[in-house]
């Protein structure tokens, strides 16, 4: 499928609108080839879940809070709801009119049926699919496996195209390498929480909570453990400790906060959980490599073209 482009020029905000692609009738999942001068797409969110293979094209995507450049070969798997842009840099000198290029599939939650996630050879990637959410870059041997696969899927139908994506999702969760998460943990919150169960306290409370001061002691409780196996366990479990992990739901927030740009860089820091600016600063451009000033001032370009 080859969508066609609009002549509009736009700047990404923090307030991300829903986008939809159509479905053809006799197909259970899409697969389409997306090209033009510019990727055609504004800061948008989706009920499916999406992978994106950059086959042409240079310039910046925006996951989340997760702001990143992308090039050939970029590929990127989003969950449900997670907003997200990629935004070409323009090239006036290319000899081709066809300057930004990419492969996308997307799947609805239940496209092969609800039972079908049951059986017990569909567990790993079940499990894998959580970890979507926040987006995750796919890199080195898995990358170099899915992005020609992605390619000869182009030439498939029917039984052979489910069969490449089915093949796609073996490789995914063939290992937890060659992958990175992209959006903070707090981009989680609208997803909602499938079974209530240790975890799922633990992180709901957190994302309820983050903006005032959460003990150790609060979340043992919470988790009713001890304070020492409540660290062990959230250590073991989200392979940060508790003040690693906070510190990144705090600053995801205060990115949200100045992506809206309502409230000035101290607001910010009170609203997201800080009391002291000077630790937020340095926080935050321990995590995003960037200041809290300049983030703002980056998160929307001056001079895009986008569709």
Sequence with gaps: ????????????SMRSTENRLPQEIDKSFIFFREYGPVFPSTWHHHPEYELVLI????????VGDHIGDFREGDLVFMGPWLPHIYISEKNPAA?????AEALVIQFAEHFV?????QIPEMEMIRSYLSYTRRGLVITGQKQERIAPLMQEMLCMNGIRRLAGLLTIFDILCSSTEDQEFLASPNFEENVPVSSYDRRSRITEHILKNFDRD???EEMASVSNMAQTTFCSYFKKQYRLTFKEYLTLVRVGHACKLLAEGNENIAQVAYLSGFNNISNF???FKKIKHISPGDYRKNFTPAKVNVV
């Design 1 to 12: 499928m080859q969508l066609p482009f609009h002549n509009v020029h736009t700047k990404p």
């Design 55 to 62: 086959t042409q094209s240079t310039g910046q995507r925006i």
């Design 95 to 99: 000899a081709s009119d066809v300057m």
């Design 113 to 117: 049926g609800e039972c079908f996630w």
């Design 214 to 216: 959460l003990s150790l």
């Design 281 to 283: 600063n340095r926080q």
